[in-house]
């Protein structure tokens, strides 16, 4: 099975400092996609970044980046100059070929609160 | 544009009763996707079809039924609704696998249900 683990249910931040999120997966895959969704209160999923299993560099979008260890299975996103529009629910997922078709499976999340 | 669609946006439902919640999209995608959302464990796929007439068993298929008679509709049926099965239920599709594809999954607002 194609897991998603992130360790930290809950995190806080200040405003304008950094954060980093963690997330780790398991697979025997060698190709696949990374991802990080974010859910405000809205309830709407928003994509925040992407993450090709075959690229070695760093996805980087705005504020947000990740750190991609392939061989350790870890893919951390980092928020950098914290915004109070930050605070959702952040996912992270994993997108894998199965035999029907590629399917997307997500982590149990982590709830960020931005704090001025 | 639409988007993901779903209807309904909120549902009460007694056991054992019988419910279909539709999801249509209008941007052609081949991929489409049923999710549920519960709180603490992120979002867990129950079925999905990479195309008109295909579906596939996600994490947890239980007690739920779907069907994808037109390329741009994905209806999830609980037979006989349980309490369990209260929940958030997302939709989401995607382009299949190909130029276009970047994995990127564009999800509906959500349905609440509760089942009593």
């Known amino acids: 099975a194609q897991t998603v683990t992130q360790s930290q249910p809950e995190m806080s931040v200040q405003e304008a400092e950094t954060v980093t999120l963690s997330c780790t997966y398991d697979?025997?895959?060698?190709?696949?996609?990374l991802f990080w969704y974010k859910q405000p209160p809205s309830r709407q999923m928003i994509l925040v970044i992407r993450q090709e299993a075959y690229k070695q560099q760093n996805a980087t979008e705005n504020r947000f980046s990740v750190n991609f260890q392939k061989a350790a299975k870890s893919f951390s996103l980092k928020i950098s100059d914290s915004q109070l529009g930050d605070t959702a629910m952040y996912f992270c997922?994993?997108?894998?070929?199965?035999?029907?078709?590629?399917?997307?499976?997500f982590g149990k999340g982590t709830s960020l609160l931005v704090t001025p | 544009n639409a988007g993901v669609t779903q209807t309904p946006k909120f549902r009460v439902l007694k056991t054992g009763q019988s419910m279909t919640l539709l999801c249509a999209q209008d941007?052609?995608?081949?991929?489409m996707y049923w999710y549920r959302q519960d709180p603490g464990m992120g979002l867990r796929l129950i079925h999905y079809?990479?195309?008109?007439?295909?579906?596939a068993k996600g994490e947890v298929p239980d007690g739920y039924n779907v069907s994808r008679l037109k390329k741009q509709n994905f209806l999830l049926g609980l037979e006989s609704a349980a309490p369990s099965q209260t929940s958030v239920y997302f939709c989401?599709?995607?382009?299949?696998?190909?130029?276009?594809?970047?994995?990127?999954?564009?999800f509906g607002e959500g349905s609440r249900l509760t089942v009593l």
């Open positions: 989401a599709s995607s382009y299949s696998f190909g130029q276009l594809n970047t994995g990127e999954l564009f």
């Open positions: 997922a994993f997108y894998y070929l199965t035999n029907s078709g590629y399917a997307l499976n």
């Open positions: 079809s990479v195309g008109e007439g295909t579906t």
């Open positions: 697979t025997s895959e060698s190709n696949y996609y």
């Open positions: 941007m052609n995608h081949e991929y």
